[in-house]
T-cell receptor, first 116, second 109 residues
Framework: ETGVTQTPRHLVMGMTNKKSLKCEQHLGHNAMYWYKQSAKKPLELMFV???????ENNSVPSRFSPECPNSSHLFLHLHTLQPEDSALYLC???????????????FGSGTQLSVL | GQSLEQPSEVTAVEGAIVQINCTYQTSGFYGLSWYQQHDGGAPTFLSYNALDGLEETGRFSSFLSRSDSYGYLLLQELQMKDSASYFC??????????FGQGTELSVKP
């Protein structure tokens, strides 16, 4: 148990569906992240939030829309996805965005997304 | 920008020692981290090196040479449960971690 919980664990959706991924951290951290993990590829940073403010959007298509209502919760809203968006989506948190404490990320187990 | 290179696969036997290398190119360097990820699980933090040298934590050690832009993770007394993917990562100037593609370690009996 890492202290970061993601739901659902698995999700299958059609290209016209709208769904949301949820992440919750119980660690009192100030920074939260969304990463995409595709087979045989590095983890790709998608979004970063620090104190509920988005500080990074790594050229992610607008069909992915993040939301951070408070420092403990992070959502990724999905709509009109493409088959190539099928991947494992990982949420992570860290104490702060910068500084030594940032070196240690705490990850959730991810949502395995399949887009048909 | 940042890039990291590590082998895609490594195979070793139980009880052996294995070294997973990582070379990096960064516009600024703040330290090298290692993460372990079992199949279907969350990546978990293993170690962090900000300065040159060897850091030891039980059976795992991590080494950094900043002049060579190189580091490695050393796993000793391998166990079957060490079969997993291992990622090196560096922090960019904005303070965010950038990961390598991962090395899949298979430990055989």
């Amino acid at each position: 148990e890492t202290g970061v919980t993601q739901t659902p664990r698995h999700l299958v959706m059609g290209m016209t569906n709208k769904k949301s991924l949820k992440c919750e951290q119980h660690l009192g951290h100030n920074a939260m992240y969304w990463y995409k993990q595709s087979a045989k590829k590095p983890l790709e940073l998608m979004f970063v939030y620090s104190l509920e403010e988005r500080v990074e959007n790594n050229s992610v298509p607008s069909r992915f829309s993040p939301e951070c209502p408070n420092s403990s919760h992070l959502f990724l809203h999905l709509h009109t996805l493409q088959p190539e968006d099928s991947a494992l989506y990982l949420c992570a948190s860290s104490q702060d965005l910068t500084g030594v404490s940032n070196e240690k990320l705490f990850f959730g187990s991810g949502t395995q997304l399949s887009v048909l | 920008g940042q890039s990291l290179e590590q082998p895609s696969e490594v195979t070793a036997v139980e009880g052996a020692i294995v070294q997973i290398n990582c070379t990096y190119q960064t516009s600024g360097f703040y330290g090298l981290s290692w993460y372990q990820q079992h199949d279907g699980g969350a990546p978990t933090f293993l170690s962090y090196n900000a300065l040159d040298g060897l850091e030891e934590t039980g059976r795992f050690s991590s080494f950094l040479s900043r002049s060579d832009s190189y580091g490695y993770l050393l796993l000793q007394e391998l166990q079957m449960k060490d079969s997993a993917s291992y990622f090196c990562a560096v922090r960019d100037q904005g303070g965010k971690l950038i990961f390598g593609q991962g090395t899949e370690l298979s430990v055989k009996p």
